[in-house]
């Protein structure tokens, strides 16, 4: 059965970090680009950060440039989300999910496989 695993959410306080997780299990990530996805509540969803399927390419969304860092561990079969200098306006949960491409603005061609999210809540 294909699927994405996230995993590493909590609650931080402000300026505080995190590292977030999406395990795949009934596929290889190495031939798919990954991104983070996330929502808060009452808004819509919007991209965080990708990694093309080689690692080579990420992009992230403005909003989390420079404290955040999207990377691969091919071992694991598992795509890293790096959250650092976390703000309260970065609560919300957070997906990861299987695409075609990494581009601009996360756009990530045809998206097929979703993880059921993870939990996190930055708070003092």
């Known amino acids: 059965q294909l699927q994405l695993v996230e995993s590493g959410g909590g609650l931080v306080q402000p300026g505080g970090s995190l590292r977030l997780s999406c395990a795949a299990s009934g596929f290889t990530l190495d031939y798919y680009a990954i991104g983070w996805f996330r929502q808060a509540p009452g808004k819509e969803r919007e991209g965080v950060s990708c990694?093309?399927?080689?690692?080579?390419?990420?992009n992230y969304a403005d909003f989390v440039k420079g404290r955040f860092t999207i990377s691969r561990d091919r071992a694991k079969n598992t795509v890293h989300l790096q959250m650092n200098s976390l703000k309260p306006e970065d609560t919300a949960v957070y997906y990861c999910?299987?695409?075609?491409?990494?581009?601009?603005?996360?756009?990530?061609?045809?998206?097929?496989?979703w993880g059921k999210g993870t939990h996190v809540t930055v708070s003092s």
């Open positions: 999910v299987r695409g075609t491409m990494c581009g601009r603005s996360i756009v990530m061609g045809d998206m097929d496989y």
């Open positions: 990694i093309s399927s080689s690692g080579i390419f990420t």
